[in-house]
């Protein structure tokens, strides 16, 4: 028996038996490459690429704009709280990032918090030509020693941050330690929503590089985190705030927009 489209019955439910597992695979991982897709699944290589073709074209994967991975949408929501919203940040970053890449030049990053770390979802360090970094989306960030996670901790609820920093102190990273005490987050805190954007310049994390965070707000719940990351050598925090806190404000403040549209 064949259906509208001339395949066998057959042939059709194994074909929407498959994209559903991949739906469900892309659901549960929050974002991946379709290579780990194929081998998961053991699913051809070719089949899984038609299928989320498929799949994108029907509004319910959509594949990153700086990486080769892949995420539900906003309508594929109904299967889980799991990372439809990340994926939405991830959807309105994409063009904002393209839009703002050639102007700033320096490489732009998004994160978002998950389990004592910040992750990185986008990023544009593999198109510009100031990055010392590749393969960064998927990198996790650690929370007191960058501007990201520094940005998260000052706008996040206090209750949140206070888990956050709980957990940070049940880790026991000796690198963590000095950022513990009380007075300097305190202090931090308090200058990061004074600027409305955090600051990592003293060789921590990566002594290379320096980095400046603004968060990602909908309707004063905080999402994620942009950061605009350069080499410490070529300039100094105060510069980097002139030249580009307000686009880094701006491209954090269209997000949100994006999202509460």
């Known amino acids: 028996m064949l259906d509208d489209d001339g395949k066998s019955s057959s042939s059709a439910v194994r074909s929407l038996a498959r994209g559903l597992a991949i739906l469900r695979y892309v659901n549960k991982m929050g974002e991946v490459r379709p290579g780990e897709i194929a081998k998961a699944l053991d699913v051809p290589r070719p089949t899984v690429y038609r299928l989320l073709e ?3 074209e029907l509004g319910y994967v959509a594949f990153s704009a700086t990486s080769s991975n892949v995420r539900v949408t906003r309508l594929a929501a109904a299967l889980g709280d799991g990372h439809a919203l990340t994926s939405e940040i991830c959807e309105a970053a994409g ?3 393209a839009e703002y890449s050639s102007r700033l030049v320096w490489p732009l990053d998004l994160s978002v918090y998950n389990n004592a770390a910040m992750i990185i979802q986008e990023t544009t360090h593999g198109r510009s030509p100031l990055s010392i970094d590749r393969g960064m989306t998927g990198v996790r960030l650690p929370v007191l020693r960058t501007s990201a996670g520094r940005a998260y901790l000052s706008f996040c609820p206090d209750q949140e941050r ?3 920093l709980d957990h940070i102190r049940r880790l026991e990273d000796p690198e963590d330690l000095p950022f513990l005490e009380a007075r300097w987050l305190n202090r931090l805190i308090g200058e ?4 409305g954007i955090a600051i ?8 290379q590089t320096a980095s400046i965070a603004a968060p990602v707000l909908l309707d004063g719940d905080l999402l994620g985190c942009v950061s605009l990351i350069w080499i410490r050598s070529a300039m100094d925090s105060a510069r ?7 686009p880094l404000l701006e491209i954090a403040g269209k997000m949100g927009e994006a999202l509460s549209g």
């Not at 990061?192 to 600027?195: F, N, P, Q, S, W």
């Not at 980097?240 to 307000?246: I, K, P, W």
Request: proline share 7%; hydrophobic share 40%; net charge negative.
């Open 95 to 97: 063009p904002l990032f």
């Open 54 to 56: 498929t799949l994108e």
């Open 240 to 246: 980097a705030l002139e030249e580009f806190g307000d």
């Open 200 to 207: 990592r310049d003293a060789g921590e994390f990566r002594p």
């Open 192 to 195: 990061t929503r004074a600027r």
């Open 162 to 164: 206070d888990l956050i």
